[in-house]
T-cell receptor, first 114, second 109 residues
Framework: DAGVTQSPTHLIKTRGQQVTLRCSPK?????VSWYQQALGQGPQFIFQ???????QRGNFPDRFSGHQFPNYSSELNVNALLLGDSALYLC?????????????FGPGTRLTVT | AQRVTQPEKLLSVFKGAPVELKCNYS??????LFWYVQYSRQRLQLLLR??SRESIKGFTADLNKGETSFHLKKPFAQEEDSAMYYC???????????FGSGTQLTVLP
């Protein structure tokens, strides 16, 4: 099991553009959470998907949206990119359907907005 | 709203010395507290949680509700303990984690 995988590893976008990040959860996991980690800070919760629905959301604007597919993989979309969106985006999976809230993290996608 | 504070961004100790990484939290209910670790070029991983009261790699952490603290301790630091450590809180039925800003621990030879 490769664990949680994320793609791409890193990318560079221009202000105003849109970006899609992808996450495949650990085998047997049904829940995906997304976090933003700015330089020098801890991860900050964006939102969580379970059963293809957004279940909880942190303090992020509507420019941040997501999706979960029937195979439990997930996408994070960010519209109208701002310089401040430059960060490491982490995906974490868990098996909430089995009653386990322990989150396993992926390696992250490094987004740079110029 | 919940908050996790790690007052030290950087902490250096010599090999064999005791180490304590501080974590304070604010939350009105009964939280679950965790320590996550990130070694160089590796992903974030769970080190320990207060509920299990276990010792992992020689590290322990006790939840002190009176002082709202969850400090991470190890009596004899090893060079391989050098890493970034994050304290995190999960509150009640909420499923997300609230992280502190992290402490970079360096264990000197």
């Amino acid at each position: 099991d490769a664990g949680v995988t994320q793609s791409p590893t890193h990318l560079i976008k221009t202000r105003g553009q849109q970006v899609t990040l992808r996450c495949s959860p650990k085998s047997g996991h049904d829940t995906v959470s997304w976090y933003q980690q700015a330089l020098g800070q801890g991860p900050q919760f964006i939102f969580q998907y379970y059963e293809e629905e957004e279940r909880q959301r942190g303090n992020f604007p509507d420019r941040f949206s997501g999706h979960q597919f029937p195979n439990y993989s997930s996408e994070l979309n960010v519209n109208a990119l701002l310089l401040g969106d430059s960060a490491l985006y982490l995906c974490a999976s868990s098996a909430i359907g089995s009653g386990s809230y322990e989150q396993y993290f992926g390696p992250g996608t490094r987004l740079t907005v110029t | 709203a919940q908050r996790v504070t790690q007052p030290e961004k950087l902490l250096s100790v010599f090999k064999g010395a005791p180490v304590e990484l501080k974590c304070n939290y604010s939350y009105s209910g009964s939280p679950e507290l965790f320590w996550y670790v990130q070694y160089s070029r590796q992903r974030l991983q769970l080190l320990l949680r207060h509920i299990s009261r276990e010792s992992i790699k020689g590290f322990t952490a006790d939840l002190n509700k009176g002082e709202t603290s969850f400090h991470l301790k190890k009596p004899f630091a090893q060079e391989e303990d050098s890493a970034m450590y994050y304290c995190a809180l999960r509150s009640g039925s909420a499923r997300q984690l609230t992280f502190g800003s992290g402490t970079q621990l360096t264990v000197l030879p």
